[in-house]
């Protein structure tokens, strides 16, 4: 039977992401029953085909979204950043490869501050963030606090930066926590110590071969973050006036656990809140491990369930998986869909709506068509 705790009875329905009032628990070890969902019923879906030309050839790797630009990047790390409108059509290219004190020589990943006009681009092998303007213009940069490393860095308000400061070689240590970073000068503005409890990591280490997992989450809810790490048995709520409240749960503890399970919050809507599992298992012969299991609590049935969601401007099913890693308050998620794959579905008759419209306008080489899922108003 599918274990679930609630430990208040929910005082009613807010606006989407807003937490509700009871601790959920989730039994990691448990099986649930499996239930079927399609994506527009609960999100509204938007395709933005980006532009082709011999200037604007890009992968498609999607680094930040905003209400006018979208910034891509390629698979590679060649340095190029493209601006596209949000009707596709391409801006400009920016490069500022290099090895300078302006330039960047790689890039872990970019924030997007739109209302200042700044990108942040994380250069994590040199442990430093640079600021440019959207055409590229060298502003300013600062480096990461003491010895640690700066992961997973978001937009959090006009004047910081959220992120979880690890160290090396150990990421997960009784110094790490999560951090509200300024944007003026990298100063610390906030660290936001969760509790927990013996330090405890997803990182498998066996024969000189080491696999890491992710180890922390910050994911944007109406009022505040949810945040996790694999330290702490639960998920926490952060708000802005610093309250850190317990949202979900996860059981047995990850303590007592050999192998160990985690719990990862990826997508937050107001009626679902979609988790992952992920158990520390690793075959070091297949190099192959790591299994995950995706789990979703429904807020108006008060249960947990195995999902899988789809997409129905396909006639056909079409999972969408409800991944982490973009966090906007308006985009829960996106994805690249790739030009040939979209042609092929037309062409067996397997899109409908707006999409067949924009696949029948592509050719093989055209660049990826980016599909927005966002939050219903």
């Known amino acids: 039977m599918s274990a679930i705790i609630l430990s208040v009875v929910m005082a009613g329905c807010g606006n989407r992401s807003n937490p509700p009032a009871e601790i959920i628990t989730v039994d990691v070890n448990a099986s649930y029953p499996e239930k079927e969902l399609i994506l527009q019923d609960f999100m509204d879906v938007e395709y933005i085909p980006l532009e082709t030309t011999n200037e604007f050839i890009t992968q498609g790797f999607v680094a930040a979204v ?9 698979q590679s790390t060649n340095g190029d950043i493209f ?104 100063s610390i503005t906030r660290e936001i110590q969760l509790p927990i409890g013996e330090v405890q990591t997803p990182v498998w280490m066996k024969e000189g071969v080491v696999v890491q997992p992710e180890f922390c989450r910050s994911i944007p809810s109406r009022d505040g973050w949810l945040l996790t790490r694999t330290s702490s048995d639960t998920v926490y709520n952060y708000l802005p ?15 007592t656990m050999d192998p160990q399970v985690f719990l990862y919050p990826t997508v937050i809507t107001n009626r679902y809140y979609f ?69 092929e579905a037309n062409e067996e008759g397997h899109l409908k709506g707006k999409l067949k419209e924009i696949a029948s306008k592509l050719d093989e080489d055209s660049n990826s068509v980016i599909m927005l899922v966002k939050h219903k108003k």
């Open 66 to 74: 905003g209400k006018n630009v979208i910034l891509v990047t390629n």
């Open 83 to 186: 601006l596209f409108d949000k009707t596709g059509k391409g801006l400009r290219k920016i490069n500022r490869l290099g090895h300078g004190g302006e330039e960047y020589s790689g890039f872990f990943g970019i924030v997007l501050d739109e209302s200042k006009n700044e990108m942040f681009v994380v250069d994590y092998p040199v442990r430093k963030i640079l600021v440019y303007d959207l055409f590229g213009s060298f502003k300013r940069s600062f480096d990461f606090a003491d010895t640690s490393y700066y992961e997973y860095i978001f937009n959090y308000d006009k004047d910081n930066l959220i992120c979880f400061k690890s160290y090396s070689p150990s990421d997960e240590t009784n110094e790490s926590c999560h951090l509200l970073v300024s944007k003026k000068d990298g």
């Open 241 to 255: 006036d610093g309250d850190v409240s317990p949202l979900i749960a996860c059981t047995p503890s990850t303590q």
């Open 275 to 343: 988790m992952k599992t992920l158990k520390k298992e690793f075959d070091i012969e297949r190099r192959k491990g790591f299994p995950t299991t995706d789990l979703v609590y429904d807020n108006q049935e008060k249960a947990i369930f195995q999902y899988s969601v789809l997409n129905n401007d396909y006639s056909e099913e079409m999972p969408v998986a409800m991944k982490w890693g973009f966090a906007n308050q308006e985009i829960a998620t996106c994805v690249s869909l790739n030009a040939f794959d979209l042609i």
